[in-house]
């Protein structure tokens, strides 16, 4: 964990409601709102932390920000925590999907509702580059050389993206060697 101390949430209120806007923000992902909401504005983590809860969050099963809120929530306010950070982040959002499907629906066959949803997809690319760099500076203070880091970056990228693998199968070896690299070079 990074030597930075964080700041907590003041009580499960402010964790629901901080949980919510997270999520109503994060049309199509949440990862850059979760980044800047948690890390940059409300300081509950810092950088490295939140790369930490991140990379924890997607191995584990489900959806990688329910993960995160439900290991947040827990960290400061225990099982009760987790609960009002999991409802938090489902509550209103699952709201606004069934409603927003129901519009889609409707109106899906409209050019200009094709056009706007095709124009988004750049937008959401370049979203997940600018996150992916954000999250980078995890990488100064890892136990592990960059060039390493790196190269079990593009592994992942390659796997995935080049050959057309399923993340599961390319992610749980390449984290396998991640993890005893980085608990050997720690107990050196």
Excluded: D
């Excluded at 940059?40 to 930490?52: H, K």
């Excluded at 996150?131 to 190269?151: C, D, E, G, R, Y």
């Amino acid at each position: 964990m990074s030597s930075l101390k964080s700041e907590r949430p003041q009580s499960l209120r402010a964790l629901f409601w901080a949980f919510t806007w997270l999520a109503l923000q994060g049309f199509g992902g949440v990862l850059a709102v979760a980044q800047r909401v948690l890390v940059e504005q409300r300081q509950w983590l810092s950088a490295e932390e939140f790369a930490e809860e991140w990379a924890a969050a997607q191995v584990l099963p489900g959806p990688n920000v329910v993960n995160l809120s439900i290991m947040l929530g827990e960290r400061y306010f225990g099982w009760r925590g987790a609960l009002c950070a999991f409802a938090g982040i489902l509550a209103f959002p699952t709201v606004v999907a069934v409603l927003l499907a129901c519009a889609y629906a409707h109106f899906s066959t409209h050019p200009a509702v094709a056009g706007a949803l095709q124009g988004m997809a750049a937008v959401a690319a370049g979203l997940i580059a600018a996150t992916a760099l954000k999250l980078a500076v995890a990488f100064k203070k890892h136990p592990l050389p960059l060039a390493l880091n790196l190269s079990l970056l593009v592994a992942v990228l390659v796997g995935v993206a080049g050959w057309h693998q399923p993340l599961a199968l390319v992610l749980l070896p390449l984290a396998a060697v991640s993890y005893g690299l980085t608990w050997r070079r720690l107990l050196a």
